[in-house]
């Protein structure tokens, strides 16, 4: 198996590589934050990865498989989310805090601020009042922290 261990960008595409074959491989947030493990493309082509450590797969990252002659690109999943949507600058910072306070990935957008639906968040937003609604949309933490401890 092909193990990868660079991300391309479209425009960093190696020249001889620019004329093979592209597949996709959508993945959701969790496994866009795994750095090693075996993948597979949405048309069935596997490989590995050994990325450095902390590296976050988006949108548009390319692996260059030179063995199969394709470029596979990362399409990241849509997935259930609660949108929060501050009023003020007091309430981005309150709302951030208290997100974070809980350990919960958050994704910061120019308006709003995106968690995943996951067990244990809804109470969190009901008992600090934050207005929120679901949705179903890609989602990307703003960090990963490689260790953390208390």
Same mark, same amino acid.
């Given at each position: 198996m092909v193990v990868i261990e660079r991300i391309y960008r479209d425009a960093e595409l190696p020249e001889a590589a620019r004329a093979y074959a592209r597949? @996709?491989? @959508?993945?959701?947030?969790e496994d866009r934050t795994h750095a090693h493990g075996r993948r597979r493309t949405d048309g069935g082509v596997e490989f590995g990865t050994s990325l450095p450590r902390g590296t976050v797969l988006r949108a548009g990252d390319a692996f260059v498989l030179d063995e199969a002659r394709v470029i596979v690109i990362v399409v990241e999943r849509p997935e259930p989310v609660f949108v929060i949507e501050p009023r003020s600058a007091p309430e981005w910072a309150l709302f951030a805090y208290h997100i974070g306070?809980?350990?919960?990935p958050v994704m910061i957008t120019d308006r709003s601020l995106v968690c995943p639906d996951v067990p244990g968040v809804e109470p969190l937003l009901q008992q600090h009042r934050m207005p929120y609604v679901r949705a179903t949309m890609p989602f990307t933490p703003a960090a990963t922290v490689a260790a953390h401890a208390h």
């Open positions: 597949d @996709t491989i @959508t993945l959701g947030w306070n809980r350990h919960q």
